[in-house]
């Protein structure tokens, strides 16, 4: 399993009161706190996985040309629109979600979260086993499914 996340969880703050952002929603900041729920989920995921041979990770692609932002409107669009300018292709972005779906080297590596092809360390956060638990059970009981 290969799951992209994106840095921009590093500034995000996961709120279990308030998952769906229902007090506010204002968009970079819910799309950091999805990411930091993607590296969650994804560590959860590998602890359930362990022992079966299936493994589970996770990547920053880095600052891809892609669309995203572009209709965000105000500064942002600005700052979307400049920073561009430094991006990597899509073809470049999808480099490590390749690398972990297909690579020998990662075969066995579960848990993870990558960043050019080679581990790197997420927020402090984005580590916290027992918030990975926690988010699992909350969003199988948002979803109506079993834990």
């Not at 669009?77 to 690579?103: F, H, Q, W």
């Not at 050019?116 to 009981?141: F, H, I, N, V, Y």
Request: proline share 3%; with cysteine; aromatic share 8%.
């Amino acid at each position: 399993m290969v799951n992209t996340a994106s840095a921009a969880h590093r500034r995000a703050k996961l709120d279990f009161d308030d998952l769906q952002s229902a007090d506010g929603y204002r968009g970079f900041k819910v799309y950091g706190r999805s990411k930091l729920c993607n590296i969650l989920y994804t560590r959860e995921l590998a602890r359930r996985l362990a022992d079966t041979g299936v493994t589970a990770n996770c990547l920053h692609p880095g600052l891809v040309a892609t669309r995203f932002g572009d209709q965000s409107g105000g500064l942002l669009s600005n700052v979307v629109r400049v920073a561009k300018v430094l991006a990597i292709s899509p073809e470049e972005g999808a480099d490590t979600i390749v690398y972990l779906a297909s690579s020998p080297e990662v075969a066995n590596v579960s848990g993870g979260y990558f960043y050019k092809c080679r581990p790197a360390t997420p927020s402090k956060e984005a580590q916290d086993d027992a918030a990975a638990q926690r988010l699992w059970g909350e969003t199988a009981e948002l979803a109506g499914t079993e834990n």
